[in-house]
């Protein structure tokens, strides 16, 4: 064989072995962190060393958990009953405890293995949160909103809260394994689970009045309602819509209900797609099912771009990341960042209508890091700018730090590559 003939076969080799690389990343890409175990570090991936982002990430917890009681916790500790040590979370701003802030900081809890706070937290709305009583419209749920003492200010249930509860639930399953009582994680979730989807309409009074309440999913269109309840209730929040976690309820959750689990992903992939503007990527805090906007006298700015969907590309990003099976949430995460950059990096506000004019100054913290998660998804290099955003922006601290820093601790952990599936047991 001449020297010109081997030199051609050496070609051939090293392309194909270059296009065998670029196929196993591409697979890689499309199985998702959740399946190949390898999440990114985006902070890393930035410059910044390792050691110094889980530094910066254990004192925002400590901060948000064990700091300052006046100007910078969230955590407050509640003594004890006979499950244990008692906490809750607390939006300070409102002075109330909500299922929101609870499953995310027990979500937070058990991403960063602090096993005390999660059990504290889930003591607590296991204590006072959740009904039990066999004839409460909310029988298996969790009342959305209480006073710091325990006495609820709305005995209703708002879905978020159930699903983030389930996930953190199988989670700590996973990573520090079933005890009892309360305290048998996987247990917990398969029923906290089966309720979203399969409770029966009750009728009872609540300190508010007559309330109707089912399940928490449309059967039909596979879709998270906003409310639980009757036909009257039929819109969602497109940032309650939860794909990654659909998809390990799929393969977890109770045998018999894991097919709709995998259909509920697929329709929440495809309703993102319907609910945010073509333009900007914003999409609006309450939806019809068909992703149109949808207010309602109470909420007339529900239809417009506000602080629940601060959450929504977060969703579609992790899912992307985590999974990697519809790659339009790349396009999505694109133009919302494509957007906001639009706007200064250094000087979006924080509340838009879809088309995006600014309703609201404030360049929010809770804003800056959902919109570093998009960077998961993203493809463009601006996608590198949010993550300098999220890095250089200071822990919240002050009246509003329970929302700001929620997401920003959820963020965080997501931009390290710190957010991670823990395979229920």
Same mark, same amino acid.
């Given at each position: ?19 065998? +690389? ?14 190949? +175990?390898?999440?990114? @570090? ?40 006979? =499950? ?16 929101? !802030? ?50 609820? =200010? ?10 983030? *509860? ?7 399953? +996973?990573? &520090? ?17 089966? /309720? ?7 009728? !009872? ?23 639980? !309840? ?21 393969? &977890?959750?109770?045998? #018999?209900?894991?097919? *709709? ?25 309450? #939806? @019809? ?8 006298? &109470?909420?007339?700015?529900?239809? =417009? ?9 977060? =969703? ?9 099976? /519809? ?13 906001? #950059? ?13 088309? !995006? ?61 710190? *957010?991670?599936? &823990?395979?229920?047991?």
């Amino acid at each position: 064989m001449t020297q010109s003939a081997r030199s051609v076969l050496l070609l051939f080799g090293c392309l194909a072995l270059i296009a065998q +690389g670029g196929q196993a990343r591409a697979a890689e890409a499309k199985a998702g962190a959740a399946v190949t +175990g390898r999440y990114r @570090n985006l902070f890393v991936e930035a410059g910044v060393p390792a050691k110094d982002v889980a530094k910066k990430l254990e004192a925002a917890f400590q901060q948000l958990f064990h700091g300052d009681p006046s100007t910078e916790a969230i955590y407050y500790a509640a003594g004890r009953n006979a =499950n244990g040590e008692l906490a809750y979370v607390t939006d300070v701003a409102h002075h109330d405890v909500r299922t929101e !802030g609870m499953s995310y900081g027990m979500m937070i809890a058990v991403q960063l293995d602090k096993k005390a706070e999660f059990d504290a937290l889930w003591n607590w709305s296991k204590t006072y949160m959740y009904h039990a009583e066999a004839d409460h419209p909310a029988r298996g749920f969790f009342s959305w909103s209480m006073k710091t003492d325990g006495t609820p =200010n709305d005995e209703t249930p708002a879905p978020d809260g159930e699903e983030y *509860f389930t996930m953190a639930l199988y989670f700590a399953s +996973g990573r &520090w394994g079933n005890g009892s009582g309360i305290d048998n994680y996987r247990a917990e979730a398969d029923r906290l689970l089966t /309720d979203m989807l399969h409770r029966e309409i009750l009728r !009872g009074r609540t300190k508010r009045g007559p309330y109707a309440c089912g399940n928490m999913f449309d059967e039909k269109l596979k879709m998270v309602r906003f409310v639980p !309840g009757l036909d009257r209730n039929g819109f969602t929040d497109p940032s309650y819509h939860l794909p990654a976690f659909y998809e390990l309820w799929a393969q &977890w959750g109770p045998a #018999a209900d894991r097919a *709709f689990w995998a259909e509920a992903a697929a329709a929440s992939r495809d309703f993102f797609q319907k609910a945010t503007n073509p333009v900007t990527g914003l999409a609006p805090d309450y #939806a @019809n099912f068909d992703g149109t906007p949808y207010s309602l006298k &109470w909420n007339a700015g529900a239809a =417009n771009f506000r602080f629940d969907a601060w959450r929504t590309a977060m =969703n579609w990003s992790v899912d992307w990341a985590w999974w990697g099976k /519809d790659g339009r949430e790349r396009g999505l995460s694109d133009r919302i960042q494509a957007f906001f #950059a639009s706007k200064g990096m250094e000087t979006y506000g924080s509340v838009y209508t879809l088309a !995006g004019e600014q309703l609201r100054a404030g360049h929010a913290p809770g804003l800056i890091a959902t919109n570093a998660v998009a960077s998961l998804a993203a493809t463009n290099p601006r996608a590198k700018e949010f993550v300098k955003a999220l890095w250089e922006c200071p822990v919240p601290s002050g009246k509003e730090r329970y929302y700001d820093g929620t997401l920003y601790l959820l963020s965080m952990l997501h931009v390290s590559g710190q *957010f991670r599936v &823990w395979a229920a047991r």
